[in-house]
């Protein structure tokens, strides 16, 4: 703007001059908010952009006694040998048909049951479902699998009432085929709730008005939902469509990590899990970098493209 | 919006009994550990479907409690979280306060620099291999110092400093005080109730972490109770693969014992989920709206 407005005018250099000595000035009447951003900012370089830089390994030959810079460039040696790895294939297959999944049948969960709420007319009821509901959200997986286990083990509660009824009981956390929805059922039971605030919170926003409109135009609730509520969800619900997308590599570290076992690698083990172990328990660091490396670039592409194609469509995007 | 149909009728009816289904669903898991913790161990032979036990004990709680592993790991945690809480608070805080400030120069260009770690991150290794060679190997710093900011919080933190009028700071300033004064005298103290609820919602987290615990503490006495429960759950849960027929005293205890401390780590949690839960709802809408 006011570069603009310097061009066209003929005492260009003065006005410049003079703007930048407005900006020194409020520059120096705000340091002390910048002396307030600076431990943030220092923080961030070390504990996220080093580390950034630091994913160069993926491009060397790293010895932890040679350290980052002493290492020797190897080009893409490494993403070479991943494409060629069976394994890897089959995480990025596990990584993505779960996230799919998971956007199947996750992704929608919390809209309908924020409309169903909002179709609830006593105040107290609706508040105190909400509540409970909200709680499994802040319960970690490391305690949610400890209870998931006392359900689900062979001497669990499932297990227990299968022989009651006189049947052989099955072992839902070895069996691959039970891996997966095991993942979107428990995904489904600790979020579906907190999923919905975002929705609640858009909801609150229609204006009544609409809805008395719709009644007296003779449109019953079914039809004043796909009119009035769904169309007012969408925006909400395309960003956190694009969020999604760009998080579509990652395996969900916490969940399966905790509820994995080596029997059920086939079907639920994914990238990141991979990562931590050929990283840190093979201490295969390049090759482990390397992979993160190729996630993030993937996941970060997606959300670029996936907004793009939003905003051109809909006009809707996150930036 | 009302309608008196029958199949409105019908409809709030389903409607109704399925939200309270899905109540019980969320809250019989809970119950169920609740319940398995404090069986006693002849009634917990017999089945493990009780909704409500006619006699029951506090065995597993003294037998956890009377090892050293269960309180220390408890302290460990309560240090961690304490301490965590108010560091990551005070940064999260500063952070946000001046970037509120919407002709900063360079605002922008410096919520670009934060927000961009929000969606791109050197990876796992990297991280790993930052930490080591910063010497926070082992070092129960390594669970407090490197979560000094999580952008959500503070983006959500930044928009409750948004609405406070800004008369009150002009006024401040006309009597000579700086950015500082005004941030601890004027915007802190009207921020209390949501500086409560981020910070709620960073013990819950720090409460919670066994993540930055499994990967650098190898040293058993300095476990979070987090990290000790996960240590109990997969060493215990090896046992479901080799499928133990027979039920015998020991494994029933070990049983009670497991839940009697997945208890002891959700019912902290549950204390102070009404606190957060009063407030949370209004700040995740308002934080959700802006971005």
């Given at each position: 703007m006011d570069a603009s407005v310097a061009k066209a005018n003929p005492d260009a250099g003065k006005i410049k001059s003079a703007a930048r000595s407005e900006l020194r000035k409020r520059i120096m009447g705000y340091r002390m908010l910048y002396v307030m951003l600076l431990p943030a900012i220092v923080f961030l370089i070390i504990f996220s952009y080093i580390p950034?830089?630091?994913?160069?390994?993926?491009?060397?030959?790293?010895?932890?006694?040679?350290?980052?810079?002493?290492?020797?460039?190897?080009?893409?040696e490494h993403f070479e040998k991943i494409f060629r790895t069976e394994k890897f294939w089959q995480v990025f297959r596990n990584t993505i048909e779960i996230n799919l999944l998971r956007l199947v049948f996750g992704f929608p969960a919390p809209i309908i049951l924020a409309i169903l709420l909002n179709e609830v007319r006593h105040k107290f009821f609706k508040r105190s479902i909400q509540t409970i509901i909200y709680l499994p959200h802040f319960i970690s997986w490391v305690t949610i699998a400890g209870i998931i286990f006392s359900i689900l083990s062979t001497e669990g509660l499932v297990n227990n009432i299968i022989v009651a009824f006189g049947g052989t009981p099955i072992n839902f956390l070895t069996n691959d085929g039970?891996?997966?929805?095991?993942?979107?059922?428990?995904?489904?039971?600790?979020?579906?709730?907190?999923?919905?605030?975002?929705?609640?919170?858009?909801?609150?926003?229609?204006?009544?008005?609409l809805y008395e409109a719709a009644t007296v135009d003779g449109a019953n609730r079914f039809k004043q939902v796909i009119y009035i509520t769904l169309p007012s969800l969408l925006p909400i619900i395309s960003i956190l469509l694009i969020l999604n997308f760009g998080s579509m590599m990652n395996g969900g570290f916490d969940q399966v990590f905790n509820l994995y076992n080596t029997m059920v690698y086939e079907s639920g083990d994914v990238i990141d899990t991979y990562v931590y172990r050929i990283g840190l328990t093979q201490g295969e660091y390049s090759v482990a970098t390397a992979i993160g490396l190729l996630l993030n670039v993937i996941n970060f592409t997606l959300l670029v493209l996936v907004n793009y194609t939003s905003k051109k469509l809909s006009g809707q995007g996150i930036y | 919006m009302k309608t008196t149909s029958l199949s409105g009728k019908i409809f709030d009816a389903v409607n109704i009994v399925f939200l309270?289904?899905?109540?019980?669903?969320?809250?019989?898991?809970?119950?169920?550990?609740?319940?398995?913790?404090?069986?006693?161990?002849?009634?917990?032979?017999?089945?493990?479907?009780?909704?409500?036990?006619?006699?029951?004990?506090?065995?597993?709680?003294?037998?956890v409690f009377s090892k050293n592993t269960i309180p220390k790991a408890l302290l460990v945690s309560l240090f961690v979280t304490v301490l965590g809480t108010f560091y990551q608070l005070f940064i999260t805080a500063i952070t946000a306060y001046p970037l509120i400030k919407q002709d900063l120069p360079g605002r922008?260009?410096?919520?670009?620099?934060?927000?961009?770690?929000?969606?791109?991150?050197?990876?796992?290794?990297?991280?790993?291999?930052?930490?080591?060679?910063?010497?926070?190997?082992?070092?129960?710093?390594?669970?407090?110092?490197?979560?000094?900011?999580?952008?959500?919080?503070?983006?959500?933190?930044?928009t409750f400093f948004q609405s406070i009028p800004l008369e009150l700071e002009e006024s401040a300033k006309m009597d000579g005080a700086g950015y500082m004064t005004i941030f601890f005298r004027i915007i802190l103290p009207l921020s209390i109730p949501s500086l409560a609820t981020i910070g709620?919602?960073?013990?819950?987290?720090?409460?919670?972490?066994?993540?930055?615990?499994?990967?650098?503490?190898n040293d058993k006495d300095q476990w979070p109770l987090a990290m000790v429960l996960r240590d109990i759950l997969i060493n215990n849960n090896t046992n479901t693969t080799a499928s133990v027929s027979a039920v015998n005293e020991q494994f029933m205890l070990a049983d009670t014992i497991k839940n009697a401390i997945v208890m002891i780590s959700v019912i902290p949690i549950i204390i102070v989920y009404p606190f957060i839960q009063k407030h949370f709802v209004k700040g995740v809408m308002i934080g959700s709206i802006k971005s």
């Open positions: 950034m830089y630091g994913a160069s390994i993926a491009f060397k030959d790293f010895w932890i006694t040679k350290g980052i810079l002493g290492s020797p460039w190897v080009g893409l039970m891996f997966r929805p095991l993942l979107i059922i428990s995904g489904i039971w600790k979020e579906i709730g907190w999923g919905t605030i975002i929705y609640m919170a858009a909801l609150a926003g229609i204006n009544p008005d | 309270l289904l899905l109540a019980i669903v969320t809250l019989y898991p809970f119950w169920h550990v609740l319940i398995g913790s404090v069986l006693p161990y002849e009634e917990a032979i017999k089945s493990s479907f009780n909704l409500f036990p006619t006699k029951w004990s506090f065995e597993a709680y003294e037998y922008s260009a410096i919520f670009l620099f934060m927000v961009f770690t929000m969606f791109f991150s050197g990876g796992l290794i990297p991280y790993y291999l930052l930490i080591k060679n910063l010497g926070m190997v082992n070092h129960l710093s390594v669970m407090i110092i490197p979560a000094a900011l999580s952008m959500y919080n503070m983006i959500v933190l930044k709620l919602f960073i013990a819950v987290g720090q409460w919670n972490n066994w993540y930055q615990p499994m990967l650098f503490l």
